[in-house]
C-alpha cells in the first residue's frame, strides 16, 4: 500500500506570495491533519479534516486555511507569506479519524522557504 | 490537554536495550499513550500505543504504570537506524483531541556503534 505523499517536496516563494500544498492520503484513509515543524516552535498541529470537514484547529492565524477533496486528498494554503511561515509542514493521515486510539501515518513533508 | 515529561536525550551502545521514560502524571483515565518517532529528514513514524495494559509489536514495548502516571518504550536491541527524536504523546477522546496530536520536545536517541 503507498504511503502518505506530499507535493511539492520543496518550494520556494517570496515574502507576500501565497502556496498552496498537496497531500494525498494512504488509500481508505478519510482523516488528514497537517502539522508545522520549524526548529524554534517543534511540531505543531494545524488542522485535521474528515469526510471534508474541519475537525479540528490549532492555534495559527487565518492565513492558514485548507480543504479537503471527496477523495479525502486534501491541500492546505497560506497566503501573504511571512519569513516566519519557512518551515517543514507534514501531513498525516488516519483510517477513522481521530488521535485518540488510531495512529497516523506521515507523510516526508514539504520544505517550504520563504525568502 | 496533559503535559508529558522526556528526557532532552539519551544515548544507547548498539545491539543493546533502551528505556525511553515518559512522565505524565496528570493523564486522565481515558488518555491513550502514544509513541511516535521522527529520524533524520523525515516525517515521524507511529512506534505504539496503549492505555493500561502493556503493549508489545514488531517495533518495540510499552511498558505502563500500574497508576498509569509514567510509561517506558523499551527497545530490545537498538541498531543505528533507530537514532532519533522519540515522542512521548497523551490523546483523549474529547473533541479538542480530534486527530491531534501535541508533540513536545521529544528524547533524541543517540545509538554508538
Known amino acids: 500500500k503507498a504511503g502518505v505523499t506530499q507535493t511539492p517536496r520543496y518550494l520556494i516563494k517570496t515574502r507576500g506570495q501565497q502556496v498552496t500544498l498537496s497531500c494525498s492520503p494512504i488509500s481508505g484513509h478519510r482523516s488528514v491533519s497537517w502539522y508545522q515543524q520549524t526548529p524554534g516552535q517543534g511540531l505543531q498541529f494545524l488542522f485535521e479534516y474528515f469526510s471534508e470537514t474541519q475537525r479540528n484547529k490549532g492555534n495559527f492565524p487565518g492565513r492558514f486555511s485548507g480543504r479537503q477533496f471527496s477523495n479525502s486528498r486534501s491541500e492546505m494554503n497560506v497566503s501573504t507569506l511571512e519569513l516566519g511561515d519557512s518551515a517543514l509542514y507534514l501531513c498525516?493521515?488516519?483510517?477513522?479519524?481521530?488521535?485518540?486510539?488510531?495512529?497516523?501515518?506521515f507523510g516526508p513533508g514539504t520544505r517550504l522557504t520563504v525568502t | 490537554d496533559a503535559k508529558t515529561t522526556q528526557p532532552n536525550s539519551m544515548e544507547s551502545n548498539e545491539e543493546e536495550p533502551v528505556h525511553l521514560p515518559c512522565n505524565h502524571s496528570t493523564i486522565s483515565g481515558t488518555d491513550y499513550i502514544h509513541w511516535y518517532r521522527q529520524l533524520p529528514s523525515q516525517g515521524p513514524e507511529y512506534v505504539i500505543h496503549g492505555l493500561t495494559s502493556n503493549v508489545n509489536n514488531r517495533m518495540a514495548s510499552l511498558a505502563i504504570a500500574e497508576d498509569r502516571k509514567s510509561s517506558t518504550l523499551i527497545l530490545h536491541r537498538a541498531t543505528l537506524r533507530d537514532a532519533a527524536v522519540y515522542y512521548c504523546?497523551?490523546?483523549?477522546?474529547?473533541?479538542?483531541?480530534?486527530?491531534?496530536?501535541?508533540f513536545g520536545q521529544g528524547t533524541t536517541l543517540q545509538v554508538k556503534p
Open positions: 504523546i497523551l490523546t483523549g477522546p474529547s473533541s479538542s483531541n480530534t486527530g491531534k496530536l501535541i
Open positions: 498525516a493521515s488516519s483510517l477513522v479519524g481521530g488521535a485518540v486510539s488510531y495512529e497516523q501515518y
